[in-house]
């Protein structure tokens, strides 16, 4: 199976403040990496696929960038909404892998 | 706009089954598949399988090879997931996810990504 690694597992960042999740996959995924949040209580919301797609509806502070093993999500201006958990997703083949999820609080 | 909703929570005995059912509106439901993913209490998310509505091909994780069926009823939009033999360790939140995949290619499921998702259905195996 293809293991994914997020850093940081935990983040404290400010209203306004620039952020970078990163996620590494154990063997090249080529651009099949997508990317999730979730709220306490509540099911995830796709984000981001195939590496750098923004789903519809999804804020453009949000972007994803990287190819092969290393991969980014980036929220350019952090706002109160986001403070939530977000999730990597490797599709490259199954069994579809998460990352362990990065957990974005208030600082 | 496309919702897929879950039935309610279940509470089962350990070595019993559950079967969660996931209904879809809003698309045309053979045009898509559908991914099962899971969440243990205060833990990240698990894929256990997808299965596609327009010809019944499924794909399952290797963990849960031989304890997990997934089906579909075109005639209602809606797929299900039965888990057999419950353990503690199952004790989890179900999901269902519209998979952008909805069929193999060269037998494999490859570039799906999940959108939207049910809203859950709490399983609880205890004895």
């Known amino acids: 199976d293809i293991q994914m690694t997020q850093s940081p597992s935990s983040l404290s960042a400010s209203v306004g403040d620039r952020v970078t999740i990163t996620c590494r996959a154990s063997?090249?995924?080529?651009?099949?990496l997508n990317w999730y949040q979730q709220k306490p209580g509540k099911a995830p919301k796709l984000l981001i696929y195939v590496a750098s797609s923004l789903q519809s509806g999804v804020p453009s502070r949000f972007s994803g960038s990287g190819s092969g093993t290393d991969f980014t999500l980036t929220i350019s201006s952090l706002q109160p909404e986001d403070f939530a958990t977000y999730y990597c997703q490797q599709s490259y083949s199954t069994p579809d892998t998460f990352g362990q999820g990065t957990k974005l609080e208030i600082k | 706009q496309v919702h897929l909703v879950q039935s309610g929570a279940e509470v089962k005995k350990p070595g019993a089954s559950v079967k969660v059912s996931c209904e879809a509106s809003?698309?045309?439901?053979?045009?898509?598949?559908i991914s099962w993913v899971r969440q243990a209490p205060g833990q990240g998310l698990e894929w256990m399988g997808w299965?596609?509505?327009?010809?019944?091909?499924?794909n399952y994780a290797q963990n849960f090879q031989g304890r997990v069926t997934m089906t579909t009823d075109t005639s209602t939009s809606t797929a299900y997931m039965e888990l057999r033999s419950l353990r503690s360790d199952d004790t989890a939140v179900y999901y269902c996810?519209?998979?952008?995949?909805?069929?193999?290619?060269?037998?494999?499921?490859?570039?799906?990504?999940?959108?939207?998702w049910g809203q859950g259905t709490l399983v609880t195996v205890s004895s």
């Open positions: 299965i596609s509505p327009y010809n019944g091909n499924t």
């Open positions: 063997q090249s995924i080529s651009s099949y």
């Open positions: 996810a519209r998979d952008s995949v909805w069929r193999l290619i060269a037998a494999a499921k490859t570039g799906g990504w999940f959108d939207p």
């Open positions: 809003g698309y045309t439901f053979t045009s898509y598949g």
